[in-house]
């Protein structure tokens, strides 16, 4: 009973085509980026950028989001040429169990758990808030007890169980609201873009890159473990700042890897996933860099106001109405990330749960919508009980931590299938290995030491109660077992 068993590419396929455990292949390469684009593209487009300029780098944030852009693709390939081997559900908890072995994968697994469950609930609580402001602009006041940060945040459970009744519908029914609700976001965001270019000044761009300035330093558990541990002081504006501006909104992209948990519902994913993984990220990263550019140039960098830039900007131009439009965008934009991440928890769940880790009846399928509506059924309850009861906002960067690790093992993961199984075919492979996949976990590491003394101490708890569960029950009950043989493999149609 190693820890480090792995379970073969071949036994990973064959389950998947399991009559107990099907699910509806229905995705095609359009969904998949659709798919990307909805969880990527959130709330922070409106705040998150211009709080970067202002703080950190100035109109050279631009040059952050090419950075960060960088850097998120060397993991997104990763995923990609995973996710095109091993079309199977559960994302990097799968990955992890074919090359790493069992013990990082539950690791993996509890990581990815901790992401889309917490990170679900907080995009919950967001949208409330935005509603509430959207509802205000059009003249109707809500019960400040039952909206955001009231008693009970009634707004945040409606959506989240209006959303667990539509998945457990179909994962294509969940796709055409998505597609609705995407091309909503992207028309309010283009048009947003549109209308500021208008406003645009070149004068604020001088200068382009700002001096570096020294900025105050903070202490105990809030200050980031890289300075705790190195003593290294952070730093604003200069080519300094557009680094630590690539570190701030490298968080904006992340959300691409919950697109390889749909594998298993994709009808061609050994080419469709890496183009909805690398497509959407591309669609992302182009939208980032606009609004950087038409919110600087707007108004100048140290004028922004770092809660509500894009507003602010317009609102600085007399533009008041435009504060409706972008809650619009807000409330549009943070539904499909709600809609996007209960889906990724629930496969992940779903992956976790057919190989006994977890309770084996969690991954039982419905017989007509051939979706796992038991395990949608617990994501949705614990995801509206977090979001409509709990003050989940100071939990954000464990979203981040969570993620990041995932970053890391399936970069490394690449290098180590690509070692024990050369002979698998291989639709999408990342080039320069193991460089790139090393680099890319090198930078995400990086980005982890960032975060600060408080996340690291939660994250070791959370992993500390994952490795209890682990050890008392799922290493007894996995189906994985030490001398498991290979079967034939199979490829999805």
Known sequence: MSILRTKSVEQSLADAEEPEFKLKRSLSAFDLIVFGVGVVIGAGIFTLTGRAAHDVAGPAIVLSFVVAAICCTLAAICYAEFASTVPVSGSAYTFSYASLGEI????????????????ASVVA??????????????????????????????????????????????????????????????????????????????????????????????????????????????????????????????????GFDV???????????????????????????ILYCAVSIVVTGMVPFDGLDPKAALANAFEAHGQDWMATVIAAGAVAGLTTVVLTLMIGATRVVFAMSRDSLLPRGLARVHPTFRTPYVITAVVTVVTALVAGLTPVGVLEEMVNIGTLSAFVLVSLGVIVLRKKRPDLPRSFRVPWVPVLPIVSALICLYLMLNLSVETWLRFVIWLAIGFVIYFVYSRGHSRVTDDEAPTKATTPR
């Open 125 to 254: 609580q967001g949208w409330s808030a935005y509603l509430s402001v959207f509802l205000e602009n059009v003249g109707i006041t809500t019960p400040a007890a039952i909206s955001s940060g009231g008693t009970v945040d009634l707004f945040a459970i409606g959506l989240v169980v209006l959303l667990g009744v539509l998945i457990t519908i179909g994962i294509k029914e969940s796709m055409r609201v998505n597609i609705v609700l995407v091309g909503l976001k992207l028309f309010i965001v283009l048009f947003v873009i549109i209308a500021g270019i208008g406003f645009i000044s070149t004068a604020n761009y001088d200068p382009f890159i700002p001096p570096a300035q020294a900025t105050e330093t903070t202490t105990g558990l809030t200050q980031p473990l890289i300075q705790a541990l190195f003593g290294l002081a952070p730093t604003a504006f200069g080519i300094g700042g557009i680094f630590a501006g690539a570190a701030l909104v490298f968080f904006a992209f992340i």
């Open 259 to 285: 697109v390889a948990t749909t594998a298993e519902e994709t009808r061609k994913p050994q080419r469709d996933l890496p183009i909805g993984i690398i497509g959407s990220l591309i669609i992302c990263t």
């Open 104 to 119: 990082f994968a539950w690791i993996i697994g509890w990581d990815l758990i901790l992401e889309m469950f917490l990170g």
